[in-house]
């Protein structure tokens, strides 16, 4: 009697990630989002610095991009299942939008003011990556969303770096609002991008 041995499993692939086509899209809008809210952030504390010299502010202004997450996240993250993922993105990136355009096209609004467009925006943020979140296992499997999962957050992290450089060298040649308005215009960019996601 002969027995025949199972075959292994082909080994995945980061090639096979990116052989999905939805999972380039939310790669390259993951790579919009984190560039544009790092823009925000860096531009708002460089905008509240000129205008107050206060560090305290400075901080405060920065800790408001990170802060009203916890808030949004204990309240509002239940959402991310309840709605249709995509228009739960695409939403949630353009309402991300809304302070980097406004404070870049009106840079002499009260700091408070400032303060609180961003906390606002910070609060639904968990919302929406919670809609990413349930979309990855839905286009990848088994060991695919394991890698997938990897990709995202090396985009994440690498962004976050990228953004650091590249807001310096604008804000070299540039004043501060011209960060917010790209800020702005980067999350727009990023929302339309999620419109390649399927319904």
């Known amino acids: 009697m002969t027995t025949t041995a199972a075959l292994p499993a082909p080994r995945t692939t980061y090639r096979s990630v990116f052989a999905s086509g939805q999972f380039r899209v939310?790669?390259?809008?993951?790579?919009?989002?984190v560039l544009g809210f790092e823009f925000e952030i860096l531009g708002l504390s460089v905008l509240v610095y000129a205008q107050t010299r206060s560090a305290f502010l400075v901080a405060l202004a920065f800790a408001m991009g990170f802060g009203p997450q916890v808030i949004g996240g204990a309240l509002f993250s239940s959402l991310a299942d309840r709605l249709?993922?995509?228009?739960?993105?695409?939403g949630g990136m353009l309402?991300?939008?809304?302070p980097g355009v406004l404070i870049g096209l009106a840079p002499w609004l009260p700091i408070a003011v400032m303060l609180?467009?961003?906390a606002l925006a910070a609060m639904i943020t968990p919302v929406f990556n919670g809609a990413v979140s349930r979309?990855?296992?839905?286009?990848?499997?088994?060991d695919r969303y394991v890698l997938?999962?990897?990709?995202?957050?090396?985009?994440?992290?690498?962004?976050?770096?990228?953004?650091?450089?590249?807001?310096?060298a604008i804000l070299a040649v540039l004043p501060a609002r011209w960060l917010l308005l790209s800020a702005g215009g980067t999350l727009v960019l990023a929302a339309f991008a999620r419109l390649g996601l399927r319904p």
Do not use: H, K
């Open 26 to 33: 939310l790669c390259g809008s993951m790579f919009l989002y």
């Open 84 to 90: 249709p993922p995509r228009a739960v993105i695409t």
């Open 95 to 98: 309402l991300r939008a809304v």
């Open 116 to 118: 609180v467009l961003v």
């Open 135 to 142: 979309l990855v296992p839905e286009m990848l499997d088994g």
């Open 148 to 168: 997938g999962r990897s990709v995202l957050s090396v985009i994440a992290a690498g962004t976050q770096i990228l953004s650091l450089g590249l807001a310096g």
